[in-house]
Structure formats: C-alpha cells, structure tokens
C-alpha cells in the first residue's frame, strides 16, 4: 500500500492539502504507512452523513512531508466502527474516545474504551453530533464513577487534584500515584468544559462561524478565526487580498508575543521568582492595550472573518507597533539575563520534566513544546503561506527537552516574532482588506491549518449547498500535548507540577469541545 493507491484530490488554498476515500483496509495501510514515514496524525473527528447516503464518516489528518493529508473512511457498518488508530498513534486514543462520545462510532481494537467526554453528563446512548438526534429528549445528570488506573504498592498514595482548583483556572483532573514526595504515574481526566462547540456550529452561515471559532480557545482566538477563515475561502474558493493576508500574520504574531509574555512571567513565578511575573505583567498588559487601541479588542477577537479583516490599521498605527516591537524586545533581553543568570530559577527549570527528543516523536509531541524536544516543525517554515513564504521564519530549536528549554524557545520565538512583525510593518502591501466569499451551489469542504502560538490548529468544514455549516471542527495541539505532560512528571516530586505544567501551559477549552 503506497500513498498513490489512493486517488487524492488536492484542495485549492493557502496551504498544501490534499483529500482521499478509503476503505477499511486501505484506512488502516495508509495510518501505517504515514506512521513508518514518520508523519504525524494531525487531527481525528467524525461527522454524520446519513442524510445523503454516505453513513457516517470518519477522517484523520496525517501531518506529511508534502503538506496535510486528510483521509476520509465511510462507516456503514451496523453498529458503526472503525479500525482504531491508536495502534499506530498514541496520540489518537483520546480523539477516538471522544470521537464516540460525540457521534457513537466506535474505534475496533482501541483498547481503552472509557468515556471521554461524557462524564454521566448525557446517557450512554446520547450522541449530540448525530443528526436525528432527539433535541426533546430530556434526562438528569448522573454522578459517575470514572475507572482512574490503580498503582498499587508499598508506600504508594493517591493524590487527587481538582478538577476545582484553588486558583481561577479552568477545571481538570490530576490523579497523582506517589511514593513519598516522588510521582510514580498521572493520570489526567479532562472534559470538564465542554460546550458543545462542534454542535454549535451547525446551521451557521459560513460567513458567521469565525465568531465562535475564535472563542474555541480565548488565547488562540487570532489562530482559530484564521484556520476557520482559511476553511471556509477553501470550500468556496476565494483569495483574499494579499493585504489581508499580510495583516493576518501581525495579529497571530501579536498573539504569540502576548502568550509567551505571559507565560514568562508565570513561570518565573512558579519557581519562585515574583519579580519575573511582575516584569513580564507589566509587559504584556502595555501590548494588551496596544491591541485595544488599534484593532478594538485586547485579544483581537473578531478581527479576522472569511474573506477579510476587520480593520485596516493606517501608517500611524503601523509606526507605533514598529516602536512598540523595538521597545518590547530591548526589555526582554534585560530579563532574559536576569533569568539566565538566576542560579535559583536555573536550579528549577533545568533538567525538570523531561521530555526526550525520542519520546517526543513517538508519541506526537508539537508546537513549542515539540521544538522544545528537538521536533524541527512549524508550519510557517516547512509550508508557509504568506507573507511567510517572503519573511524567511527563523526556527526556534531546543533538544533538551525540559522547562528549560520551553522557556528557551518562548524566548527564541518571542523575539523572532518581534522582528517579523517589524518586517510586517515595513513591507505591507496595499489594496483592500475585504471581499464577500462566493456563492456554493453543492456540498462542499475546506481546512485550514494554521501554527498558533501553541502549536498547530486545523480547523475542518463541510458547507451545504445553502452556504450553510453542516460539520466544523476545531482541533487543538494540546489533543496531542496532554499526553506527554503525564509522561513529562514522572520521577519529579509533586511540587514541580506546577511548574512543569505551566512550561507546556495546554488548552483546556480548546480540547473539551
């Protein structure tokens, strides 16, 4: 089985993606295939399409050397199932779980069947991403007993953590299997927040969704508004400006430069430095303001929908965020030699919850937590649109693998982002920022991949004839980071999972749809 004994079809877009059906055997050939080539699974989600004869279908997005491959399998098979991924990508075992959750197709030879999202909220068999779904129907909650793995043995103790936590923070759960102060296993239990997103969506004219996809995950709201944009340009086959795609750039550049400053800052703190968080506060609240100032929202919300920008920022604003970038980075670097040369923070971040480069690939680690563990991708260098494509992105690369080096690369990558937006500023092209997208007459699909300031986001679309959303997904990296924060914590002590957690500082509501 090769990639050619598949007939895929490319998509027109602004990155490179290609489509394909398969049957099971084919399903199952093409995962190993991309698995030995050392390519990771991007993303896994289902739909419904009884409707129109096709059952239900699943896709998988493999992450090529070539660009995004999405495959496509029609289940129609009675009860629904498929072969499971997971037995080639670890990664998968969570979005298959949640995958049945939502649509009740279910992942042969998974292995671990245990509800995701579920928890007792709705009853075994309610399935909200079906479309004859029964919106009448009524049912209470149930407590739920969720099967944690027991780690049995001398000495070994239970701490359980959250999933409401002493601080303003967005529910999980954190089961700790410990001797003394030293952690033998995590277990996590998430889900908590979900909100009915991918539901949400249903219905929507496809001009209007980017408003909910930018509140996927409030952080990341730059990256998702993109990737939903990008989605829907690509199902009706509309090329935006170029100013537009210029001016999208400096928003995600600017979301990542207010992420990293935060987090620099909270973890100066973790390791108890309180004069980083107060530094790095202070820093972030002026970029904030910035952002009110000049484009209406402090975390750029609703700036970027399908076909365009909101608005269009004149040379006077564009000269006060070059000068803004210049200011920024001349304080950085004064509190990147403080933080290099603070033999207590060092003490704390250096060869604490570690990820080797090893473990990384194999289990799908991304994003600045990836690069952090030698993982050499970021998709504005191996498949850059533009402006990407003229700004030559420098990588942020570290191979040690703990929060050292994740502190490492948000540094790198702040100032990288920095000189990119100067680069931004200067070269600008002209011409508007606004279009109307096209009218469809059939059934259509679109994605957009875009690399966020934590990882990469896919955000996956099926339009109706009546221009209408009929699936959307939205997909996190931390689907896939989660995972290797349970591996990241093992033989450290309890006190240091605050730290190390901050260090990967994943999503929580961008994973409990």
Same mark, same amino acid.
């Given at each position: 089985?090769?990639?050619?004994?598949?007939?895929?079809?490319?998509?027109?877009?602004?990155?490179?993606?290609?489509?394909?059906?398969?049957?099971?055997?084919?399903?199952?050939?093409?995962?190993?295939?991309?698995?030995?080539?050392?390519?990771?699974?991007?993303?896994?989600?289902?739909?419904?399409?009884?409707?129109?004869?096709?059952?239900?279908?699943?896709?998988?997005?493999?992450?090529?050397?070539?660009?995004?491959?999405?495959?496509?399998?029609?289940?129609?098979?009675?009860?629904?199932?498929?072969?499971?991924?997971?037995?080639?990508?670890?990664?998968?075992?969570?979005?298959?779980?949640?995958?049945?959750?939502?649509?009740?197709?279910?992942?042969?030879?998974?292995?671990?069947?245990?509800?995701?999202?579920?928890?007792?909220?709705?009853?075994?068999?309610?399935?909200?991403?079906?479309?004859?779904?029964?919106?009448?129907?009524?049912?209470?909650?149930?407590?739920?007993?969720?099967?944690?793995?027991?780690?049995?043995?001398?000495?070994?103790?239970?701490?359980?953590?959250?999933?409401?936590?002493?601080?303003?923070?967005?529910?999980?759960?954190?089961?700790?299997?410990?001797?003394?102060?030293?952690?033998?296993?995590?277990?996590?239990?998430?889900?908590?927040?979900?909100?009915?997103?991918?539901?949400?969506?249903?219905?929507?004219?496809?001009?209007?969704?980017?408003?909910?996809?930018?509140?996927?995950? @409030?952080?990341?709201?730059?990256?998702?508004?993109?990737?939903?944009?990008?989605?829907?340009?690509?199902?009706?086959?509309?090329?935006?400006?170029?100013?537009?795609?210029?001016?999208?750039?400096?928003?995600?550049?600017?979301?990542?430069?207010?992420?990293?400053?935060?987090?620099?800052?909270?973890?100066?703190?973790?390791?108890?430095?309180?004069?980083?968080?107060?530094?790095?506060?202070?820093?972030?609240?002026?970029?904030?303001?910035?952002?009110?100032?000049?484009?209406?929202?402090?975390?750029?919300?609703?700036?970027?929908?399908?076909?365009?920008?909101?608005?269009?920022?004149?040379?006077?604003?564009?000269?006060?965020?070059?000068?803004?970038?210049?200011?920024?980075?001349?304080?950085?670097?004064?509190?990147?030699?403080?933080?290099?040369?603070?033999?207590?923070?060092?003490?704390?971040?250096?060869?604490?919850?570690?990820?080797?480069?090893?473990?990384?690939?194999?289990?799908?680690?991304?994003?600045?937590?990836?690069?952090?563990?030698?993982?050499?991708?970021?998709?504005?260098?191996?498949?850059?649109?533009?402006?990407?494509?003229?700004?030559?992105?420098?990588?942020?690369?570290?191979?040690?693998?703990?929060?050292?080096?994740?502190?490492?690369?948000?540094?790198?990558?702040?100032?990288?982002?920095?000189?990119?937006?100067?680069?931004?500023?200067?070269?600008?092209?002209?011409?508007?920022?606004?279009?109307?997208?096209?009218?469809?007459?059939?059934?259509?699909?679109?994605?957009?991949?875009?690399?966020?300031?934590?990882?990469?986001?896919?955000?996956?679309?099926?339009?109706?004839?009546? @221009?209408?959303?009929?699936?959307?997904?939205?997909?996190?990296?931390?689907?896939?980071?989660?995972?290797?924060?349970?591996?990241?914590?093992?033989?450290?002590?309890?006190?240091?999972?605050?730290?190390?957690?901050?260090?990967?500082?994943?999503?929580?509501?961008?994973?409990?749809?």
């Amino acid at each position: 089985m090769t990639e050619a004994d598949l007939q895929f079809r490319s998509l027109a877009g602004a990155m490179p993606v290609r489509i394909a059906t398969a049957t099971e055997s084919q399903w199952t050939s093409i995962a190993r295939v991309f698995a030995d080539a050392g390519d990771r699974l991007a993303a896994l989600w289902g739909s419904d399409r009884r409707d129109i004869s096709e059952g239900f279908v699943v896709y998988a997005a493999y992450a090529a050397q070539d660009g995004l491959a999405i495959v496509r399998l029609p289940v129609l098979s009675e009860p629904p199932e498929y072969p499971a991924l997971s037995t080639r990508y670890p990664s998968a075992v969570r979005m298959q779980r949640a995958l049945f959750d939502l649509l009740g197709v279910h992942a042969r030879d998974s292995g671990d069947q245990r509800s995701w999202l579920r928890h007792a909220a709705w009853p075994a068999d309610f399935f909200p991403l079906r479309r004859d779904l029964e919106r009448t129907r009524s049912f209470d909650a149930q407590q739920e007993q969720y099967p944690f793995v027991m780690v049995a043995g001398d000495g070994v103790h239970e701490i359980p953590v959250g999933p409401i936590h002493a601080g303003i923070i967005e529910p999980g759960h954190f089961r700790f299997s410990i001797v003394g102060e030293k952690v033998l296993r995590l277990e996590e239990r998430l889900g908590f927040v979900h909100k009915g997103i991918d539901k949400l969506f249903v219905g929507m004219p496809l001009s209007q969704g980017h408003r909910l996809a930018g509140r996927v995950s @409030g952080d990341s709201t730059v990256a998702y508004a993109w990737a939903y944009a990008m989605a829907a340009e690509t199902a009706t086959a509309c090329v935006v400006p170029p100013r537009t795609a210029w001016l999208r750039a400096l928003l995600l550049e600017r979301e990542r430069v207010a992420n990293h400053l935060g987090d620099l800052g909270a973890l100066g703190n973790d390791a108890g430095l309180a004069f980083g968080l107060a530094q790095f506060s202070l820093l972030r609240e002026r970029w904030l303001r910035v952002n009110g100032e000049l484009f209406g929202h402090r975390l750029l919300m609703d700036c970027i929908f399908p076909g365009g920008m909101v608005t269009d920022p004149d040379s006077s604003a564009l000269t006060r965020i070059r000068q803004q970038c210049i200011d920024i980075e001349k304080e950085v670097h004064r509190l990147r030699a403080i933080y290099d040369e603070h033999a207590g923070l060092q003490d704390r971040f250096q060869t604490t919850g570690v990820v080797t480069p090893e473990l990384a690939a194999r289990l799908g680690l991304c994003g600045l937590a990836g690069r952090a563990s030698g993982q050499a991708r970021d998709l504005r260098i191996d498949f850059p649109c533009a402006p990407y494509d003229r700004l030559g992105v420098k990588l942020a690369l570290d191979i040690r693998g703990d929060v050292a080096a994740r502190v490492a690369v948000r540094f790198d990558e702040l100032f990288e982002s920095l000189r990119l937006m100067r680069l931004i500023v200067d070269d600008l092209p002209g011409g508007k920022v606004q279009l109307s997208l096209p009218p469809i007459n059939s059934d259509s699909f679109g994605i957009g991949w875009v690399e966020g300031w934590r990882g990469e986001v896919v955000v996956a679309l099926e339009a109706d004839a009546s @221009g209408r959303v009929r699936r959307c997904h939205s997909h996190d990296p931390s689907w896939q980071n989660w995972p290797l924060l349970e591996h990241a914590v093992l033989d450290n002590i309890v006190p240091d999972f605050p730290l190390i957690n901050k260090s990967f500082n994943l999503s929580y509501s961008g994973h409990d749809l």
